[in-house]
């Protein structure tokens, strides 16, 4: 990973789902008629090649479900994993986010899901596929957040912690 603010995102003792994530980083949809073939293949592995069939449908969901699945969770089923608002259903609810949780937003035009990998004052730092067309970190405002939820593991080796960063670099307003 190239931003120094998120070398603890190298750790091994990451949420396994978290873990999974990272190693996704970079991975790009293709503008116009021709999809990656990585993120088709997600849909494949979670059963959902039938209903998307091409990367310019949004995705947020499907990389949830994808690391969901690789990490040995069960993930949302059917139509439901790719709709971003559906997420707001999954695992635990909790009020204060901390590492690996799934923060749930609203959106122009719907809905929009990924991680947490740490917050400033304003913004959580999100991890989450279909941000600018790839798998990234982005800043997105707290108050756009309509749900936080944990991820229910029972490995007492990874880490889940609140994490305080700095609050530079521009806030994403609509993921897509």
């Known amino acids: 990973m190239s931003n120094k603010k998120y070398d603890y995102l190298n750790s ?4 396994k789902h978290i873990f999974e994530a990272v190693k996704l980083l970079g991975t790009k949809e293709i503008p116009g008629a021709k999809s990656n ?12 090649d039938k209903i998307y069939t091409n990367d310019d449908t949004a995705w947020c969901g499907l990389f949830i479900a ?17 709709r971003a608002k559906e997420w707001a259903m999954y695992g635990l609810h909790v009020e204060e986010a901390k590492l690996g949780d799934i923060l749930v937003f609203v959106r122009d035009g719907g809905g929009h899901v990924g991680y947490y990998v740490g917050e400033d004052k304003l913004a959580y730092h999100v991890l989450g596929g279909n941000q600018s067309n790839m798998v990234s970190i982005v800043r997105i405002l707290k108050e756009r957040c309509i749900a936080i939820r944990r991820v229910v593991y ?3 080796k990874c880490t889940i912690n609140k994490i305080y960063l700095d609050d530079n670099g521009k806030v994403s307003e609509n993921e897509s």
């Open 12 to 15: 091994n003792v990451l949420p």
């Open 37 to 48: 073939k990585e993120i088709l293949q997600w849909a494949k592995e979670c059963g959902l």
């Open 66 to 82: 994808v690391t969901m699945l690789r990490s040995n969770q069960k993930p949302l089923q059917k139509y439901n994993a790719l």
């Open 154 to 156: 029972f490995d007492s």
